[in-house]
């Protein structure tokens, strides 16, 4: 049984948009799932950030970050505490995810790196 390609993320995200078109464009057959309307999967959140790193996995740079609390933000410093966050805050993960056909699993979108892939 062959696994299909997962894309995380929230549809109205630029960077998810680019990234749907993408495999659109290179005919990879994919399932959406979005954080907003089915949530942030607990067991894969812990995969994401063993297979890529926590650090990455946690958007610093978007505008949900910036806009919690700063004892939120000072609260988070390993990967217990980024997930706690990650899982309250859907929108702080860096977008899109995607879990591969072939198990790998990347975080946030470039094209250049996806061609590898193709």
Known sequence: MSKTTTVFGIPNCDTVKKARNWLDEHAI??????????????DQLLQWMDAAGWEKVLNRQGTT????????????????????????????????????????????FKADEWLQKS
Do not use: C
């Open 29 to 42: 057959t994919y399932t959406f799932h979005d954080f907003k309307k089915q949530g942030v999967p607990e």
């Open 65 to 108: 970050w910036r806009k919690l609390d700063e004892a939120v933000k000072n609260s988070v410093h390993d990967a217990n505490s980024a997930a706690a966050v990650m899982k309250e805050h859907a929108s702080t993960i860096k977008r899109p995810v995607v879990e591969w056909a072939d198990g790998q699993i990347t975080v946030g």
